[in-house]
C-alpha cells in the first residue's frame, strides 16, 4: 500500500500492496475519511490459524519448527535467512534498523525456517482482499441508497414546483430547502456512524492479526496499539513478504 499506485473510480480504491502496511494506515486512513468525508476501499484481517493448527511440521503455538529433521540443514537454512534479512533490513529508515536487534532478526528467521509464517501472511493477505472488497461494498451500497433518496425527494419537489400556485411558492422553496437540508443532514450522520462502525471493525481485525502472528511465533508481534510498535511490526512484515518473493522467484526452498 505504501509501494502501489492508487487507481481513481468514484470512491479511492485501495493501493494494493504489502500487508504490513495495513498495521498502523489501515485506521489512519478511514478516521480521516470521517473528517473528509471521503473513505478507502481498505482492508481489515482476520484471524485465520487457532493455537493447536499444525502446518508442513510446525507448531503454531509454540512456533518450533521440525519436530524432527537434519539439524545440520536447519541451521544452515536458519543462516542463510538470517543473512537475507539483515541485508533486507538495509532499505529500512535507520531509526528502525537500530531496533531491529541481531536476537530479533535471528528469532525472526527461525520463524521462517520452514515456510509455514509464509503461508499464514499469504492467507492472511487473502482475507484482507476480501474483507476489502465486502466493507467497500457496504459503503457504497450506503452511498447508492444516499443517493437515491436524495434523487426521490429532488423529483417531489419539482413535481410540488410545478403545480404550485404562483403565490404560494415564496412559501414552498423555504419549506422544501428546509426539507432538502434535514435529508442531508441524516444522511451524513448515518454516513459517519458507518465510517466508525468500519474503523471499529478494523481495529478489532488489526488486534487478531496481531494474535495470530504471535501464535505463529513470529519475533516482534503482540497486541499493541502503540505507533511505534506498530510501524515496528509493519517493517517486519514488510521483510517476511520480501524474502518471501526472493524465495519464490529463485524457486522455493527444501525443508
Known amino acids: 500500500m505504501i509501494h502501489s499506485k492508487q487507481a481513481q473510480r468514484g470512491l479511492p480504491t485501495a493501493e494494493r500492496g504489502p500487508l504490513a502496511v495495513v498495521l498502523l494506515r489501515l485506521r489512519n486512513v478511514l478516521v480521516t475519511s470521517l473528517n473528509s468525508g471521503r473513505i478507502r476501499k481498505y482492508a481489515g484481517h482476520c484471524t485465520i490459524v487457532s493455537g493447536q493448527n499444525k502446518t508442513r ?17 536447519q541451521q544452515e537454512r536458519h543462516y542463510y535467512l538470517l543473512s537475507e534479512l539483515q541485508t533486507l533490513v538495509k532499505d529500512l529508515p535507520s531509526s528502525f534498523q537500530q531496533r531491529l ?9 527461525l520463524a521462517l525456517i520452514d515456510g509455514t509464517v509464509y503461508e499464514i501472511v ?18 457504497q451500497k450506503l452511498h447508492c441508497e ?28 423555504p419549506t422544501q430547502q428546509a426539507e ?20 471499529a471493525e478494523m481495529d478489532q481485525k488489526v488486534i487478531d492479526q496481531q494474535n ?18 506498530l510501524t515496528m511490526q ?22
Open 122 to 139: 499469504q492467507r492472511l493477505l487473502d482475507i484482507q482482499h476480501l474483507t476489502e472488497r465486502n466493507l467497500y461494498n457496504q459503503r
Open 146 to 173: 444516499h443517493q437515491a433518496l436524495k434523487q426521490e425527494l429532488t423529483k417531489k419537489h419539482k413535481a410540488a414546483l410545478q403545480v404550485c400556485k404562483p403565490h404560494n411558492l415564496a412559501l414552498l422553496k
Open 234 to 255: 509493519m517493517n517486519l512484515l514488510e521483510l517476511i513478504l520480501k524474502l518471501q518473493q526472493k524465495e519464490s522467484q529463485s524457486g522455493g526452498f527444501c525443508y
Open 212 to 229: 495470530t502472528l504471535e501464535a505463529a511465533g513470529v519475533a516482534g508481534f503482540f497486541i499493541t496499539t502503540n505507533p511505534q510498535e
Open 57 to 73: 511440521g510446525m507448531d503454531v503455538q509454540s512456533g518450533s519448527p521440525f519436530g524432527q529433521g537434519d539439524s545440520t540443514k
Open 101 to 109: 536487534s541481531y536476537t530479533t532478526l535471528s528469532d525472526l528467521a
Open 180 to 199: 432538502f437540508e434535514a435529508l442531508e443532514v441524516r444522511l451524513k450522520e448515518e454516513q459517519k456512524m458507518m465510517d466508525k462502525k468500519i474503523v
